[in-house]
């Protein structure tokens, strides 16, 4: 019989977990996740503690996938959450239909366009066996909103119209959601907004697979934040101009891959990374074993009252052996090749397939070869090869074919392990308790700025709080929670103390100067280097069955499928 231990909280960034005794470390792994071994925490810079007294227990993480569920809380504080697959009303009124007999029908295209086109799109009509004919005409953005509204109250005959370029584009529908009309601004903006339930991938990748089933590019994509792929996890969505319909088709598609998308909405603004307030996690930890449950409540309450580091998780850092930030530090030194390398050589713990192809690759450095039998699944592998195959040792360009989001994901990574080193080593050399004079806090600017505001994200980028260097005379106004250390990047402030050396001391020959180049493309960024969870609770349960789901998803209870209990009925909940 077995305890386990669960805890709810919600806070403004990643969490961290409490670390064993160098002689206790252990690693459990589960057939239930694939596990990549030897990357640690300290390979990623978390390295301290806020209460380094506090003895470590040994339990057992993520073993089941439902063992780990996130779900984003919004910048209103509203925890995201997957609660219906429906489509969405894409009416905003209802419609009268008033089938027109042809010669009337015609007559009214004609007063739109032209008679020419009437009687093109007449003939188009009346051969429906023709399903690869299209025509066209010029119009403007009136003439075509007219005729929309035509088509939909009084042609009876379905058809797909669409503006482009100017040009009104007719073809037979290939399917009903893919040709529904749109008025946007009446349904609440040209964003449509959908919460997603993924398990056992990452945010980039599921955006992939979910643009390969939809046939809608990438770049269309907006998010808040990355989520772990070794996790259950929900978060926002928005896709700019996207049809609901072609989700709405692709959903039993995605479902065979982890992911669920619904809870549609027409919003005004994209999302953009940042605009959040936190993550709200479920924790299940199995087997707890070396400490009793009043010990456990003393490290929950010191978690409770004096917070955690505030790390960038692992999953900024993928899950394979190559993590993501060494790419990153190579193309910060404009190391190209080395950060090509990195992306398509062999790796320790990859899948057979994988490997294979890499060190296909690593033996003859021909792009077809590899390409031939590289995964599909492997985008970036994919992207470089093909690039090479055209462009053979244009290693600056053949990284720079990478998608946008997928290089800044790398650049940010190489940032975020800097922040994290640099926090541990504050932490071991000054403690977590209070501000040091020369750390930085956030305050109000108090420039006047009457710019518009044409961020497609949900915060105002006129609107950011400046950091102030502390002096002797400030700490009386400020605690730990309020102090913030910079992400590195081109426009970033640095505290005027030691930390300062810390950050020249492992960003290892990148420059903090802004005319380096090293942070081109990067303005740099401030994240608190101590958070207090809110809403924290947890509950002990016991079970006997070692592998039995303890906690249900999002999913679960949109099946309505019953909260586990333990062998005493109690449930987590």
Known sequence: MGNLHSTFSKDQSKSNKRALDPEEETFQVSKKVRFVSGVKETDVGIDAFVNPQLKGFHSILKYRAEDFLVNEVDMDGNVVHLTSLEAPNTKTKEIELNYYEPAVFDKE????????????????????????????????????????????????????????????????????????????????????????????????????????????????????????????????????????????????????????????????????????????????????????????????????????????????????????????????????????????????????????????????????????????????????????????????????????????????????????RVVSERAKRFGSEKPLVGDLVLIDSKKSNNRTNNNVGRRDPFNKKIPKVLTEEDLENYSITDVVYPLPGRQSVYPENEIKDLYRQFMDGISMEKKSGHFDNLNGDYRTMLSKPENVAWSFIRYNDPTAKLCNTDVDRLLNVPEPVGIFGKSLN
């Open 109 to 420: 295209v004609e007063k739109i366009t032209s008679k020419e086109f009437a009687e093109k799109l007449r003939d188009f009509i009346n051969h429906p066996e023709k399903t690869d004919d299209c025509i066209t005409t010029p119009t403007d953005k009136d003439q075509r909103m007219q005729f929309y509204q035509l088509v939909e109250q009084h042609l009876e005959t379905k058809i797909n119209c669409r503006g482009k370029e100017g040009q009104l584009v007719i073809r037979w529908p290939s399917a009903v959601f893919n040709d529904e009309f749109i008025d946007w601004k009446a349904l609440g903006g040209e964003y449509l907004q959908v919460n997603m339930y993924k398990a056992g991938i990452d945010t980039m990748n599921a955006i992939n697979i979910i643009a390969s089933k939809t046939s809608v590019h990438s770049k269309h994509f907006g998010y808040a934040g990355t989520k772990d792929a070794r996790a259950i996890t929900t978060q926002t969505l928005t896709m700019k101009s996207v049809k609901p319909g072609r989700i709405i088709m692709a959903q039993d598609e995605l479902k065979k891959c982890g992911i669920y998308l619904g809870n549609f909405k027409f919003v005004p603004n994209g999302l953009t990374l940042g605009d959040l307030k936190g993550n709200h996690f479920t924790i299940v930890l199995r087997d707890v074993k070396g400490a009793s449950e009043d010990a456990l409540e003393v490290s929950l309450n010191s978690l409770k009252q004096h917070g955690f580091l505030n790390y960038f998780g692992m999953q900024r850092f993928g899950t394979s052996s190559v993590l993501t930030h060494t790419v990153g530090c190579a193309i910060m030194k404009k190391d190209f090749e080395l950060a090509s390398d990195l992306i398509l050589n062999p790796r320790e713990g990859d899948r057979e397939e994988f490997d294979e192809a890499r060190k296909l690759w690593a033996e003859t450095h021909d792009p077809e070869a590899a390409l031939a039998i590289f995964p599909k699944r492997a985008y970036a592998e994919r992207k470089l090869l093909n690039f090479y195959i055209r462009n053979p040792d244009s290693h600056a360009k053949a990284i720079k074919s990478l998608p946008k989001n997928m290089l800044s994901l790398y650049s940010h990574a190489y940032q975020s392990y800097i922040w994290n």
